[in-house]
């Protein structure tokens, strides 16, 4: 009788067989599996991170996490992070908004009451130190196909000199054919403008007065009541107001051109809030004249805030009212007229002009105000700037102004084509404002063809960039977990150690004040290399150690005793026991970042005097170079390491 092993030799060799099976049909998942334990251990290893770097997650518990859009260093050393509906149409439709505020120093979390929809808000620094938000989102959009009832613009009029009138959300507007349309929201109409002439007979007699009454106007979005083409109009027609009492009704009419079912663009809101750091809530501030979703907010010399772009109240691209902030009345008033793409890269040069770099985040035509340029507030002028590379791809591109502020240098990194274009560059370019004749130069390639890349200022004057995705929204699993450190002096880029978590659309990278970078959010639009799930918003919060805080050797710089303001001559002097081997100091703006656009940090070379145990520094009076407000005080010894900041402010 042939020999059978015992049940337990039997089942021993199954299992071995089923193992050298298992290697065998999953070699390439045993080879990646061994890769990445090596990868592990090498980052791990203080000499790669001495070179390289190191990367984080942060825990970050259940009921703080969200969809970050914006983030913000304030100068209390915290980060806010705001979502408002955070890209989630059923947060916006129950009024839930999201703001979180993060404390780096010991990882904790606090929620934050919001009181509007800042989901693509603008922000900028305040000279209090106060953030300034303003715009959001006043309703979602609808895409082609899905538009189910005519809708548009309506012009709302108002002949009467004598009041104004608000119609409130819900208001019936009716078309000479009898078909009714409902407003989607608020608005209201000023009074109408009252001329007196007077005109002279040749003897010198007077003519009676004439008067002549200019109607004051408004925009308000409206939508049929119902579904079908009778209430589809390409024609101009005059609208009655429903409800009204009879003068108003004589006064207030609506004009509507256009009521289709084509695709509906996002609306903005015109609200306006400061967040206030030290009390930790938002407080409300006049709004702005024009709705905005999608603006820019840039602080001038003056420690005003200049609001440009951005969808109105009715998703057309603002076509150029621009309104500046003054923190001191709290109140708006009209700005130099220009037209810019949403989300336009606008940077504060010295002299007090404002260079855009063609950095944008999208909506608006591809053949208007994509082109580069400097632009004077005073006179409203605006001098291009052609001859950059791929200059149909500076859509989702990144842009810089270099350290130290006072080189006048910008860097543009990456970017794509207009819209859900597949193209995107690895180009970046440099221009130094100071040439007697500047122009863009080529500057070192990226890796690859780079949308989103976030870039950030380090205090030892190189810059570090991350994340980004090939494609629009990491399209075809496109994420790009790379990331780079540029020499601005070698006009050169480096390797640094590489994320772990990707980061495309909807992200952000800041610096914080312990020299190290944190990086939030990313929306891409699948979830597959197939796309054929639809993605999930990143809520992990990674954060990188640079080189410099790592490897043997002295620690890192202190800054002891100090004041919390420079002087009338911009000095500061604070003691430290290590002033022999400080070599530099750097004062940096904190940002205010979203949608790979931060026009706030900056980086200003200070002067430097030691002395035995103190150092001075001494800031640039201009504040073209360094507006007013709240900044880091880094100081760099020999070795390239940075001190922890001081928060200094200036006046």
Do not use: C
């Given at each position: 009788m042939a020999h059978r092993p015992s049940t337990k030799r039997r089942k021993t060799l199954l299992g071995g067989g089923a193992v050298v099976l298992l290697v065998g049909l999953n070699a390439p998942a045993a080879l990646s599996f061994v890769q990445e334990q090596y990868h592990a251990y090498e980052i791990s290893r203080p000499e790669y991170k001495a070179r390289y770097g190191s990367w984080q997650q942060l825990p970050v518990p259940d009921g703080f996490r969200l969809n970050a859009i914006h983030a913000a260093l304030l100068h209390t050393g915290k980060v806010l992070l705001i979502a408002g509906s955070g890209n989630d149409q059923r947060k916006f439709d129950a009024g839930t908004f999201d703001t979180v505020l993060w404390d780096p120093a010991g990882n904790t979390f606090r929620r934050i009451p919001t009181p509007e929809d800042f989901f693509c808000a603008g922000h900028s620094q305040l000279p209090d130190g106060r953030l300034l938000v303003a715009g959001g989102t006043a309703r979602y959009e609808v895409l082609d196909g899905e538009v189910k009832r005519a809708g548009g613009g309506m012009r709302v009029k108002n002949e009467s000199p004598d009041k104004a009138v608000t119609l409130r959300k819900g208001t019936v507007f009716r078309s000479p054919s009898g078909v009714e349309y409902v407003s989607q929201s608020d608005v209201t109409v000023g009074r109408a403008k009252r001329e007196f002439t007077i005109s002279y007979f040749g003897s010198g007699q007077m003519k009676p007065w004439r008067t002549k009454v200019t109607a004051a106007e408004a925009r308000v979005f409206v939508e049929a009541r119902r579904e079908g083409p009778d209430a589809l109009t390409t024609e101009a027609a005059q609208y009655k107001v429903l409800g009204l009492k009879a003068e108003e009704a004589k006064n207030v009419y609506g004009i509507a051109q256009k009521l289709t079912t084509e695709k509906q663009d996002f609306q903005g809101i015109r609200a306006a809030y400061e967040f206030d750091p030290v009390a930790e809530r938002y407080v409300p501030v006049a709004p702005m004249k024009d709705a905005r979703w999608y603006p820019t907010l840039v602080t001038l010399q003056d420690g005003r805030v200049l609001a440009v772009s951005g969808l109105n109240d009715v998703g057309d691209v603002v076509p150029g009212d621009n309104e500046i902030y003054d923190p001191g009345t709290r109140k708006w008033s009209k700005g130099p007229f220009r037209y810019f793409p949403t989300y336009p890269a606008l940077f504060l040069t010295q002299g007090g002009r404002l260079f855009y770099t063609g950095s944008n985040a999208g909506?608006?035509?591809?053949?208007?105000?994509?082109?580069?340029?400097?632009?004077?507030?005073?006179?409203?002028?605006?001098?291009?700037?052609?001859?950059?590379?791929?200059?149909?791809?500076?859509?989702?591109?990144?842009?810089?102004?270099?350290?130290?502020?006072?080189?006048?240098?910008?860097?543009?990194?990456?970017?794509?084509?207009?819209?859900?274009?597949?193209?995107?560059?690895?180009?970046?370019?440099?221009?130094?404002?100071?040439?007697?004749?500047?122009?863009?130069?080529?500057?070192?390639?990226?890796?690859?063809?780079?949308?989103?890349?976030?870039?950030?200022?380090?205090?030892?004057?190189?810059?570090?960039?991350?994340?980004?995705?090939?494609?629009?929204?990491?399209?075809?699993?496109?994420?790009?977990?790379?990331?780079?450190?540029?020499?601005?002096?070698?006009?050169?880029?480096?390797?640094?150690?590489?994320?772990?978590?990707?980061?495309?659309?909807?992200?952000?990278?800041?610096?914080?004040?312990?020299?190290?970078?944190?990086?939030?959010?990313?929306?891409?639009?699948?979830?597959?290399?197939?796309?054929?799930?639809?993605?999930?918003?990143?809520?992990?919060?990674?954060?990188?150690?640079?080189?410099?805080?790592?490897?043997?050797?002295?620690?890192?710089?202190?800054?002891?005793?100090?004041?919390?303001?420079?002087?009338?001559?911009?000095?500061?002097?604070?003691r430290t026991r290590d002033a022999a081997r400080i070599e530099k100091a750097r004062l940096m703006r904190p940002s205010a970042v979203t949608h790979t656009t931060d026009v706030e940090q900056r980086s200003i070379a200070l002067g430097l005097t030691r002395g035995a145990d103190t150092v001075t520094v001494e800031a640039p009076l201009d504040r073209t170079l360094v507006p007013p407000g709240w900044y880091m005080l880094f100081v760099v010894d020999r070795d390239g390491r940075p001190s922890e900041a001081e928060w200094i402010r200036v006046e």
């Open positions: 909506y608006g035509p591809a053949e208007k105000g994509r082109m580069p340029g400097l632009w004077d507030l005073t006179r409203n002028t605006f001098q291009e700037f052609r001859g950059i590379a791929d200059p149909d791809q500076l859509e989702t591109s990144a842009s810089l102004l270099l350290p130290p502020a006072q080189d006048q240098r910008l860097m543009v990194l990456g970017g794509g084509g207009v819209g859900e274009s597949e193209l995107s560059t690895g180009r970046t370019a440099l221009i130094d404002l100071k040439e007697p004749v500047p122009a863009f130069r080529k500057g070192p390639s990226l890796p690859q063809g780079t949308r989103y890349l976030s870039g950030v200022l380090l205090p030892d004057d190189s810059v570090f960039t991350t994340g980004g995705s090939r494609q629009y929204r990491g399209r075809d699993a496109s994420d790009i977990l790379k990331a780079q450190f540029y020499d601005p002096r070698a006009n050169a880029l480096r390797p640094a150690a590489e994320p772990t978590v990707g980061r495309n659309y909807h992200s952000e990278a800041l610096l914080l004040p312990d020299g190290r970078v944190a990086t939030f959010g990313s929306d891409p639009l699948f979830g597959d290399k197939d796309n054929t799930r639809l993605g999930r918003f990143e809520q992990r919060v990674e954060v990188f150690t640079p080189p410099y805080l790592h490897g043997a050797g002295r620690p890192r710089p202190v800054l002891g005793q100090g004041p919390r303001e420079l002087d009338q001559n911009g000095r500061a002097t604070f």
